[in-house]
Nanobody, 123 residues
Framework: QIQLVESGGGLAQVGGSLRLSCATS????????MGWFRQAPGKEREFVAY????????FYANAVKGRFNISRDNAKNTVSLQMNSLKPEDTAVYYC????????????????WGQGTQVTVSS
């Protein structure tokens, strides 16, 4: 059974930082592109970042570029999202996702999802 479990969400102040982690099991982690998406109340799920299988290439949404950093540890089957300089508009449920093949910014192209972790940025 494939599982993706996010952790690390919580409450942060504007300008603060949080680090999200996603632990995976049941899949050959090094074969999967890993992505992070987020969904704010009343809005559609949106792309945040993805990282390729070897961790050599990553791609970010414009809204988070320069503030967020995605990384992966293929030995530990985990992917992380370091979020700095947080803004109120970063408030959302953040989801970890996995897909085989190339990375995409479209959520429906990802095969597996975690349950999400809430991030709230307060001013």
């Amino acid at each position: 059974q494939i599982q993706l479990v996010e952790s690390g969400g919580g409450l942060a102040q504007v300008g603060g930082s949080l680090r999200l982690s996603c632990a995976t099991s049941g899949l050959t982690f090094s074969n999967y592109v890993m992505g992070w998406f987020r969904q704010a109340p009343g809005k559609e799920r949106e792309f945040v970042a993805y990282i390729n299988t070897k961790g050599e290439f990553s791609f970010y949404a414009n809204a988070v570029k320069g503030r967020f950093n995605i990384s992966r540890d293929n030995a530990k089957n985990t992917v992380s999202l370091q979020m700095n300089s947080l803004k109120p508009e970063d408030t959302a449920v953040y989801y970890c996702s996995a897909r085989r093949g190339a990375g995409y910014v479209t959520s429906r192209l990802y095969d597996y999802w975690g349950q999400g972790t809430q991030v709230t940025v307060s001013s």
